[in-house]
């Protein structure tokens, strides 16, 4: 008898009657005049752990409780969300709100039962109601539950000012739905309602979760892509970063409400950790979300911002960052290359304009990555490319000497005060100025190529490695400057000292050899302002002896072959002094081989000033 009244009058406390089927559904969530008070439960309890059979009242619980779910609570809540029909805000908060109330007799009994035993089946329970109600939800559900959430985002998100103005003319965007009059204060209230009674059924993750996911996502790809796409020369991280401290506010409103259950329970004191632990998780999940977002959208303009560098240059700086926390570069090289293929490397496009982004794109991404890891994959069809276009070496070295247009970038590369020599040819593996400022190249580097000779090598370098020699661009230089000499009347010595000077630096004193014998001998022959100043006039020339100036001889013996070209009588008609005619033959000797031009025509050329 006293197990069968100990057995009865916890059953009719810990569940509810109507789970029960001892009375109708409307009194069975109340406290009826007849249940036991608290003295007869605790008597009850010690009753029946004399006989050992409390520990088999978790067990019977969860039993009744997984029942009650499929058979009564799972079908008047879908009956009252609206199952596949749309649902309402309202009616939503219907549904928990009933649900609440048919689960209160539950959660007195657990929480009892924590008092009671060790090991309290909670967990358990709520795991079953979780599986019960929400093991197929349907699609009309999770829209509600999103628009419910995103409504919310967007009144707490909402400048005050915006909002009452909106309130004012009756047009808020807080709810957003049309479903009924928006009210901004309404909706919160009912926020708060519904994500009161989420968090003290602990169903706040498995219904809010998806929702919330979806609605940030949604709210930063609408942002980032109204205020971001085509703006390069400011940075935008600093914005966002305040932007997403709101969102992650918004988000402590969702996940850090606090327990709204009467009766303690041994989760309302780990409440404060494991939802400081939830914040933390999904600020990692939205600013890692807003970076491979905002990388990805950078990515896919990388060609523009290159063409635009250097004004592009916070683009490059955010984009830097971004990749520095996500795991993009494969993207990038990927993206990048497709888009030189398809947009640069095609005939259509001039040779002297493909270097030019070349240039900028050495810049840029030498700003993205400092080891030249990116720069080297992504721009390799780039320099296949060049190889095979016939006026690339003479597009680089117009470039140089400041002859093509746009060359300001090759020109001022030239002129810099530490250049990088080509010489040595850079193999150098102990570059590093100080140990500690040793960086490993990223996983994806060539272990063929040299990490020191990568990350050191400028733009003259870089271009002048697409061929993997330098004489190409020596004797194309040759050329051109034998070319200004022999065609060109507004000649400028200083500026072709100054050329050579510089290229001396970069190329070698040996390899510009040439080039400074064909200035100081040729030029005062090829110009009549040359010419003039050292000869005085025309009259000197044909009557009178000529000294001619050490600094434009060279004692070198004239080849037999060049002088049995020379007509000595066709000079002696024009009355020119053997000394001049001397001269003349010591430059064709010199020049020559340079000009690759005959010895008659070299003649002709020079009497055709006189």
């Known amino acids: 008898m006293e197990a069968s009244w100990a057995w009865r009058a916890l059953s009719r406390s810990l569940v509810p009657g109507a789970a029960l089927g001892l009375g109708a559904e409307g009194s069975a969530e109340g406290v009826s005049s007849g249940e036991p008070s608290g003295p007869e439960l605790r008597a009850a309890a010690r009753a029946l752990e004399r006989r050992g059979l409390l520990a088999e009242v978790p067990e019977w619980l969860l039993e009744v409780l997984q029942r009650d779910v499929q058979a009564r609570l799972a079908p008047e809540f879908w009956s009252r969300a609206g199952g596949e029909a749309p649902c309402s805000s309202g009616r939503l908060l219907e549904a928990f709100a009933l649900l609440r109330r048919r689960l209160e007799r539950y959660l007195r009994g657990l929480a009892l039962l924590e008092e009671w035993l060790p090991g309290s089946p909670r967990h358990r329970a709520q795991a079953l109601l979780r599986a019960g109600l929400f093991c197929a939800a349907p699609a009309a559900f999770r829209h509600a539950v999103r628009r419910f959430y995103e409504r919310s985002f967007r009144i707490h998100m909402q400048p005050q000012q915006e909002q009452e103005q909106e309130a004012a003319a009756g047009t808020g965007t807080g709810c957003g739905c049309g479903e009924e009059p928006c009210g901004c204060p309404l909706a919160t209230e009912q926020f708060q309602q519904l994500n009161g009674i989420l968090h003290e059924l602990n169903l706040l993750e498995r219904v809010s979760a998806d929702a919330v996911t979806h609605v940030l996502h949604r709210m930063i790809e609408e942002r980032v892509e109204r205020r971001c796409r085509g703006e390069y020369e400011r940075s935008f991280l600093g914005e966002f970063q305040e932007w ?18 009467t009766l303690p329970s041994p989760a309302t ?3 404060s950790s494991s939802s400081s632990s939830t914040l933390k998780r999904w600020r990692c999940h939205v600013q890692g979300f807003f970076y491979r977002l905002y990388a990805s959208m950078r990515i896919e303009e990388l060609f523009s911002i290159i063409r635009d560098f250097p004004e592009s240059k916070p683009a490059v700086e955010d984009l830097k960052y971004c990749l520095e926390r996500t795991n993009q570069r494969q993207q990038l090289l990927t993206s990048l290359k497709s888009a030189l293929e398809l947009r640069l490397l095609h005939p259509g496009v001039n040779t002297a304009d493909i270097i030019t982004l070349y240039i900028s794109a050495i810049k840029a991404l030498r700003e993205l990555d400092s080891s030249m890891v990116i720069l080297e994959v992504a721009c390799e069809p780039i320099r296949k490319y060049l190889r095979t276009r016939e006026d690339t070496v003479r597009q ?23 250049p990088v020599t080509l010489e040595n040819d850079q193999e150098s593996e102990d570059d590093y100025s100080d140990p500690e400022d040793w960086v490993p190249d990223p996983v994806d580097a060539d272990p063929g190529k040299s990490s020191s000779k990568r990350r050191s090598s400028d733009i003259i370098s870089l271009l002048v490695s697409i061929y993997g020699s330098k004489d190409l661009f020596i004797n194309e230089y040759r050329t051109l ?17 100054r050329n050579v000077e510089l290229l001396k630096l970069r190329f070698g004193e040996a390899q510009m050899h040439y080039c400074e014998v064909m200035l100081k001998v040729g030029a005062p022959f090829f110009f009549p302002q040359f010419f003039f100043s050292i000869f005085i006039n025309k009259h000197t020339i044909h009557n009178q002896s000529i000294s001619v100036s050490s600094q434009y001889i060279f004692c070198v013996l004239l080849p037999t072959q060049i002088i049995s070209h020379l007509d000595i009588c066709h000079f002696l008609c024009y009355n020119i002094s053997p ?11 010199l020049l020559q081989p340079l000009i690759k031009l005959p010895p008659n025509l070299i003649i002709f050329r020079f009497f055709s000033f006189f």
């Open 269 to 271: 004191t780990t409440s």
């Open 481 to 497: 400057l034998a070319d200004r000499l022999l065609h060109q009347c507004n000649y400028s010595a200083e500026r072709e000292i």
């Open 579 to 589: 000394t001049f005619l001397y001269t003349i033959t010591l430059c064709i000797s």
């Open 244 to 261: 997403i401290e709101k969102v992650i506010g918004w988000l402590s409103t969702v996940f850090l409400q606090e327990s709204t259950a």
């Open 396 to 418: 680089i070295v117009a470039g140089l000497t400041g002859d093509a247009e746009g060359s300001a970038d090759l020109a001022n590369e030239l002129s810099k005060a530490d």
